[in-house]
């Protein structure tokens, strides 16, 4: 049964920085490229980053590019998105999955509020 746990969310001020984390189980981690997501309410779910199976080149939407950093830890079957420069528009529920067609069912999420 595949899981994804997405944590580290939070109410931040505009500036700050969080990391969030996304513990995954129930498939082969190490072979799948790995993308994060957000949403915020009333619009659509959109990729923010990912990172490439084998070769691990990540990639970047415009929005956050050069403020979000995306990395794997492989032992740890973990994705991570390291955000800095945090914008009130960056406010939305994250979510983790692998770059697959279709996708593995959605975790919950976390949750990144940023206001002063």
């Known amino acids: 049964q595949v899981q994804l746990v997405e944590s580290g969310g939070g109410l931040v001020q505009p500036g700050g920085s969080l990391t969030l984390s996304c513990v995954a189980s129930g498939f082969t981690f190490s072979v799948y490229g790995m993308n994060w997501y957000r949403q915020a309410p009333g619009k659509e779910r959109e990729m923010v980053a990912f990172i490439t199976y084998p070769d691990g080149v990540d990639h970047y939407h415009p929005a956050v590019k050069g403020r979000f950093t995306i990395s794997r830890d492989d032992a740890k079957n973990t994705v991570y998105l390291q955000m800095n420069n945090l914008k009130p528009e960056d406010t939305a529920v994250y979510y983790c999955?692998?770059?697959?067609?279709?996708?593995?069912?959605w975790g919950q999420g976390t949750q990144v509020t940023v206001s002063s």
């Open positions: 999955n692998a770059a697959r067609n279709p996708t593995w069912t």
